[in-house]
């Protein structure tokens, strides 16, 4: 059998026309994009055109993005460089289900001595925008940073109505967006936060590419110094072929449209139907359209992976940057699934190429599978 991805939230396979855009300015477009001269005015260009396809994509403005060399960078870039603009201090306020390099900024910024407050989650996954709000109201806070939709769980939490409140209130709000875009409208002028961060091989761009938007106007200062690349706001010479790619990216994700959840509910609806003590996570929650996480009792999730994956399935038990942790996720345990459930859950998230066919293929070895390892897990506790 052909193998099946379905991991996508983790990346995603490089559309056809960002590794074509990639290999054609890597050939034709090499210079320098800081050079007067005609090489680095061409590739100017190029990296230029990429930043309008993002304010198109987001009715936002060109200038205000900055391009990183991912998601990763963007969120630090966010956070670091928001907060090196307001000396005054003040507390930060997130959650308690973001991203493992939101959470290693936010524990070296408390090993500092800044106050961070994670608010918690709410059963279905999100966080509640008033709690939001009051944890950011009772002391003097120097910014807020959440994330959008989570990539574990797929729930999509309410970031415009925070965004409109925080706005009013002149606290800097940061949305690491990076499972939204391609999946879900990302609209700027309706969710006006004042940094959003990206990752283009979330959405079939080639790998090392990012980027940040920065409000103008927003309080923020330069993360990386030295070099005056990108209006002196990111030093380094810029990767005008990575670009190139996240512009073909863009264009393609237009062109397509926005993911329609049915396929998902599809298969959720066959996997409760068809087997035992499987839970929805999430399932009340608005989710992304491409993710469906579950909980199987009774089969570990690690012996699942295992036995899909020699399958031909490719799938994940939650976030890839927890890959290899014998720690339950942090994020299911705040939503208040208990632990010995948390090591039951996996994660199917699916993309544009992937076939109804190919889903149910997916459900009819998934059942066969369950009852496999739960044997094998019957077994060890006897």
Not at 357 to 366: E, K, N, P, T
Request: proline share 4%; aromatic share 6%; charged share 20%.
């Amino acid at each position: 059998m052909e193998r099946v991805y379905l991991d996508w939230n983790a990346t995603t396979p490089p559309c056809r026309e960002a590794v074509e855009a990639f290999s054609e300015a890597s050939r034709n477009h090499w210079g320098n994009a800081s050079s007067l001269h005609q090489e680095g005015r061409e590739a100017a260009a190029l990296f230029d055109r990429t930043r309008d396809g993002l304010a198109r994509w987001t009715r936002s403005r060109a200038g205000e993005w900055i391009l990183t060399s991912g998601g990763t960078e963007s969120v630090h870039a966010a956070i670091f460089g928001c907060l090196d603009a307001r000396p005054s201090g003040g507390r930060i306020v997130s959650s308690q289900g973001e991203h493992a390099c939101t959470n290693g900024v936010l524990d070296q910024l408390q090993a500092r001595g800044w106050e961070v407050v994670r608010v918690p989650l709410r059963a279905d996954g999100t966080w509640d925008v008033q709690e939001v709000v009051r944890a950011c109201r009772e002391a003097p806070t120097a910014m807020a940073s959440l994330i959008w939709a989570n990539n574990e769980t797929g729930a999509i939490s309410d970031a415009a109505g925070l965004a409109v409140v925080l706005r009013e209130a002149k606290i800097p709000l940061h949305l690491d967006a990076v499972q939204c875009f391609g999946k879900i409208e990302v609209d700027l002028q309706a969710v006006p936060a004042d940094f959003v961060s990206l990752s283009g091989h979330k959405f079939q761009a080639t790998k090392g590419m990012g980027a940040l938007r920065v409000r103008t106007g927003a309080p923020w200062s330069r993360w990386m110094q030295g070099g005056n690349q990108q209006r002196a706001r990111r030093g380094g010479t810029v990767d005008v072929a990575a670009a190139a790619s996240l512009a073909a990216a863009i264009d393609r994700s237009g062109t397509h449209g926005f993911m329609d959840p049915q396929h998902r509910d599809e298969l959720q609806a066959s996997l409760l139907h068809d087997v035992s003590g499987v839970r929805v996570v999430s399932g009340t929650a608005r989710r992304l359209p491409n993710t469906l996480c579950i909980v199987v009792e009774g089969a570990d999730s690690s012996a699942l992976l295992a036995r899909m994956d020699e399958r031909g399935f490719a799938i994940a038990s939650g976030s890839a940057c927890s890959t290899g942790s014998p720690d339950p996720s942090s994020v299911l345990l705040a939503m208040g699934i208990p632990e010995h459930l948390a090591h039951c859950a996996i994660r199917i998230s699916f993309g544009w190429s992937t076939t109804p066919a190919q889903l149910a293929d997916f459900g009819r070895v998934f059942r066969e599978e369950i009852d496999r390892v739960r044997s094998i897990m019957d077994g060890k506790t006897k």
